[in-house]
């Protein structure tokens, strides 16, 4: 298969797009994971829309707009996760919810024609413009700026809270500078494979690093060049059978994702076997 397809400016920019959200995934998906933030990432991703139908009903900038509304949800989640743990779920869930309906609202009460849903339901990968990879390129390099400097912090936080007091992490701070990071990602995220499947990109790559590596740092890399080859194979997709794009991308990660549970369960299934037999005669 001959890959001209990336002669055309509009698929150039939909691939670099995504590479750069699946390193940007790669790390804070894998951190997400490591620290249990997947539900709260969701509820990010949800609330989010508010901040879309903000941003067309006052006719500002998508990354703007957008931006500011998720990390109000996010800081907001994140207050509530910090100090009353017992409620976080509901209270997630809440803000969740509120942030879809007043995107909603926004946009009903926007003048003119309605915004196209779909591309912010599914993404717009082939629209992105180069401003928004500029941003992208900046987000990336401030996130592999941050996720170096606090990567022992990271480490001890992903493996226990109270081990990474004792340690002298500053808990409460971290928390709440990977929460703004996840914001950020998740805002990128919808740019590319849209709102309802933003998780997807963030937790499948990850999900399938944790199994065949032991690290943190190895699982970041591994869930970047994952989220490359699921972008990329993505695309092409999409390109060939004229399908939505993001669809695309979380499919062949979908893809991929069983294809690791079937691997997992063919290299475990020998072990298992020896454990088995070996068990009578230890006996």
């Known amino acids: 298969m001959e890959f001209t397809i990336f002669e055309f400016d509009f698929m150039r920019n939909a691939l670099l797009a995504g590479l750069m959200v699946s390193f940007i995934c790669g790390v804070m998906g894998t951190l997400a994971v490591a620290n249990r933030l997947v539900f709260l990432s969701g509820g990010i991703a949800h609330a989010a829309y508010g901040g879309i139908g903000l941003a067309y009903l006052l006719r500002v900038p998508y990354l703007l707009g957008t931006l ?65 990879l500029w941003v992208m390129l900046g987000a990336a390099i401030a996130i592999a700026a941050v996720a170096w400097f606090y990567y022992a912090d990271f480490l001890a936080l992903s493996y226990d809270e109270e081990f990474a007091r004792l340690r002298g992490v500053p808990v409460r701070k971290l928390y709440f500078l990977l929460v703004i990071l996840l914001s950020v990602a998740v805002v990128l995220t919808i740019r590319v494979v849209g709102l309802i499947l933003v998780i997807a990109l963030l937790t499948i790559p990850p999900f399938i690093a944790e199994k065949f590596t032991r690290s943190l740092l190895g699982m970041m890399a591994w869930s970047c060049v994952l989220g490359a080859v699921f972008t990329t194979a993505g695309l092409v997709l999409s390109y060939y059978f004229n399908l939505t794009a993001g669809a695309c991308i979380i499919l062949a990660a979908g893809s991929g994702f069983f294809v690791a549970l079937a691997l997992e369960r063919i290299l475990h299934c020998p072990r298992a076997a020896h454990a088995h037999a070996a068990a009578p005669q230890q006996r």
């Open 68 to 132: 500011s509304f998720s990390l109000l949800a996010a800081l907001t989640m994140a207050v509530v996760s910090m100090n009353a743990k017992h409620r976080a779920d509901a209270v997630i869930g809440a803000i969740w919810a509120v942030g879809m309906a007043l995107g909603i609202i926004f946009i009903d009460l926007a003048p003119g024609y309605p915004a196209d849903l779909m591309s912010y339901l599914f993404g717009s990968i082939l629209a992105v413009p180069v401003s928004d």
